[in-house]
């Protein structure tokens, strides 16, 4: 009788050592199936991750470049600004300065215009007398 409980003890510590194995190597497997999701999981969040952080540069850049052309573009105004206001403040000056000039030719003509009409009505005048004292 104690042979065979011998042998049933024998027996179940076989059965058990086999069960443990078996539970082992099924918790071995569970513990790589759940590593293996973690990591898919972890290389899914860390490609989201970089897309996001590729969206945010980009959305970044296009804001910088928003905000250049921008700056470029109101530089750009303001020098057309300056630059108009300048063309009319010369344009301004050589209409004064032609409106001069304009203005002392004239007033040479008409001192010209003036010394001629002197020198005919001198000249009507010597021939008005040279004719009187010819009659």
């Not at 970044?60 to 009319?88: D, F, G, K, V, W």
């Not at 009505?121 to 009659?135: F, V």
């Amino acid at each position: 009788h104690e042979q065979e409980h011998d042998r049933e003890i024998s027996e179940l510590i076989t059965r058990h050592e086999e069960e443990m194995e078996k539970l082992r190597a099924e918790l071995h497997e569970e513990q790589q199936h759940l590593l293996d999701e973690l990591q898919q999981q972890m290389a899914a969040t860390h490609r989201a991750e970089i897309e996001q952080a590729r969206l945010q540069a980009q959305t970044l850049h296009s804001l910088e470049l928003e905000a250049l052309r921008l700056s470029l573009n109101n530089m750009h105004t303001s020098q057309l600004e300056l630059t108009q206001s300048n063309l009319t403040k010369e344009k301004e000056t050589a209409l004064v300065e032609l409106r001069e000039m304009l203005n002392d030719k004239r007033a040479q003509e008409v001192a010209i215009l003036q010394s001629r009409h002197q020198l005919e009505w001198e000249k009507i005048k010597e021939q008005c007398l040279k004719e009187k004292e010819d009659l």
